[in-house]
């Protein structure tokens, strides 16, 4: 929860004047009120999953805790919420795995292309004793990582033409998130990487500085990216989950009991969410396409080829490899 001293010394000024009570329709956040940082839009299934934990956290202890979440990216970059959480500026962050492989080698293992065979795979890993020990090797540096989300199968769209297979992407400037190894996989598929944050990405393709991007369908449909890049290409090349940070100092200022209950709630919200999710995620993509997006099936195994060397090269840590092992036993 929220010290505005230590929140102000500790982050970006436009941020912390938004968190302190500056930004005109937030106001200071009453004691006892969790703060969450989200890059999506309100109504995207991961910022309502972080805001059922605060309705039932409200509910559980009759409005003792709660929650305020700043979505649509209003406290900044994911690379730069994770610093405010791990210090305790911010209580709670949601961020994609592709913001973690630069500073977790480890967590890169769930982004590296086709690890999961499908939705199923990922889910049966991510609940299953993998996904246990990963969040516990990422509970580290002032942070306690609490649950995984979905966030569906990246694909490569672009605003020139359709995509079929990696040749077909020779000279397309894609966005990638910062993350070598996102930089790495875009470069073996035959394109031009071009790393920006997920804020930018619209304006972007707009003004041409890129000629496409890889993401889900929610993030092309709920960004209106799907404007001014219509072609879909179905590459399905990685499969990187969201993650649930929540401050270790922030945990660690509770009593027990409330401790095990947010703890448990993240767990809880997990069921709730992919619900969400599978609806979103079917809502978008018959959206985008009923505004104009064209869906072209690609070569998957050359696109599976073209990647090998990627998977390869990030494969020689051990740790990362061990994870990949027990996760291809789970397909
Ligand atoms: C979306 C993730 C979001 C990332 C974004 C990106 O939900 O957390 O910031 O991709 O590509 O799918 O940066």
Known sequence: MIKRRQLLGGMAAGAAVALAGGHAQAGAPPPGTFTASDVHVKDYPTVQAIQWIGEQLAKETGGRLSMRVYHSGQIGRENDTIDLTRYGALDFTRVNFAALTNIFPVSGVLTLPYVFDDVGHMRRALDGTVGKDLLAALSQRGLVAACFYDSGARCIYNGRRPVHEPGDLRGMKI??????????????????????????????LQTHLIDGAENNWPSLDSTRQFEVARHWAETHHSMSPELLFISERSLRALTPADRDLVLDLATRSVTMMRTLWDKDEAAARAHCIANGVQVTEVDKDAFRRATEPVLKTYLADPDRNRFYRRIRQEA
């Open 175 to 204: 966005r990638v998130p910062l993350s070598d190894i996102f930089m790495s996989m875009a470069q073996a598929m035959g394109a031009n990487p071009t790393p920006l944050s997920f804020g930018e990405v619209f304006t972007a």
